[in-house]
C-alpha cells in the first residue's frame, strides 16, 4: 500500500481564493482525520470521518472550513475564501475503525498571501 | 478536557547521550498513549504504542513508559546519534476513542 496519499504538496493561494486539498487513505482503513498544524497550536484535529460520515468536527474552525469524504477512498478539505492565517500545514490520517493502524500523510503546506 | 503537554521544547545534546523527553496529560481515561517522531517538512512516523494496560514499551534504543495514575509518559533514548534529530510528538487516545490528541512536541538536535 502507497500509504495516505495527499495532494497537492504544497499550495500557495491569494487571499479570497477557494482551496481544496485532497487526501485518498489507506485502502480497508474506515476511520479518516484532518489535522492543521502550526508552530503555535502544533497538531490540531479538525474533523474525523467513519465510514464516510462525518462523527466529530468541533475542530473546524469556522464556517468557511468544510470537509466532504463522498467513498471510503477519498476525502477533500475545502477552505472558501482563503484568509493569511489559515496558512499551516494540513495532514490527513486514516486508521481501522478501532484506530489501529494510524497512519499519517505527508500533509499539504499552505501558505495564503 | 484533555490536554497534552510536552517539556521542554527544544533539547540540544552532544552523540552518544542518553536523554528522556517528557509528556504529561490532564485525564488519565485514556485508551493508549503513541509517541510519533516527525523531521522537518514531513509527515508523522509513529515510533511505540502502549496501550493503557501497558507500562513500557521498546523499539531498539528507544523506550516508551506510561504512568497513568500520574499522567506521564516519557521517551527515553539510549546513545543519542545525529539521525535522531527531529521533533518528537507524544499523543494519546482518550477512552471515548475518537481520535488522536498531540502534544505539541519536543524539538531535538543531537550534534557529532
Known amino acids: 500500500d502507497a500509504g495516505v496519499i495527499q495532494s497537492p504538496r504544497h499550495e500557495v493561494t491569494e487571499m479570497g481564493q477557494e482551496v481544496t486539498l485532497r487526501c485518498k487513505p489507506i485502502s480497508g482503513h474506515n476511520s479518516l482525520f484532518w489535522y492543521r498544524q502550526t508552530m503555535m497550536r502544533g497538531l490540531e484535529l479538525l474533523i474525523y470521518f467513519n465510514n464516510n460520515v462525518p462523527i466529530d468536527d468541533s475542530g473546524m474552525p469556522e464556517d468557511r472550513f468544510s470537509a466532504k469524504m463522498p467513498n471510503a477512498s477519498f476525502s477533500t478539505l475545502k477552505i472558501q475564501p482563503s484568509e493569511p492565517r489559515d496558512s499551516a500545514v494540513y495532514f490527513c490520517?486514516?486508521?481501522?475503525?478501532?484506530?489501529?493502524?494510524?497512519?499519517f500523510g505527508s500533509g499539504t503546506r499552505l501558505t495564503v498571501v | 478536557k484533555q490536554e497534552v503537554t510536552q517539556i521542554p521544547a527544544a533539547l540540544s545534546v552532544p552523540e552518544g547521550e542518553n536523554l528522556v523527553l517528557n509528556c504529561s496529560f490532564t485525564d488519565s481515561a485514556i485508551y493508549n498513549l503513541q509517541w510519533f517522531r516527525q523531521d522537518p517538512g514531513k509527515g508523522l512516523t509513529s515510533l511505540l504504542l502502549i496501550q493503557s494496560s501497558q507500562r513500557e514499551q521498546t523499539s531498539g534504543r528507544l523506550n516508551a513508559s506510561l504512568d497513568k495514575s500520574s499522567g506521564r509518559s516519557t521517551l527515553y533514548i539510549a546513545a543519542s546519534q545525529p539521525g535522531d534529530s527531529a521533533t518528537y510528538l507524544c499523543?494519546?487516545?482518550?477512552?471515548?476513542?475518537?481520535?488522536?490528541?498531540f502534544g505539541k512536541g519536543t524539538t531535538l538536535s543531537v550534534s557529532s
Open positions: 490520517a486514516s486508521s481501522h475503525r478501532d484506530l489501529s493502524g494510524y497512519t
Open positions: 499523543a494519546l487516545l482518550n477512552q471515548a476513542g475518537t481520535a488522536l490528541i
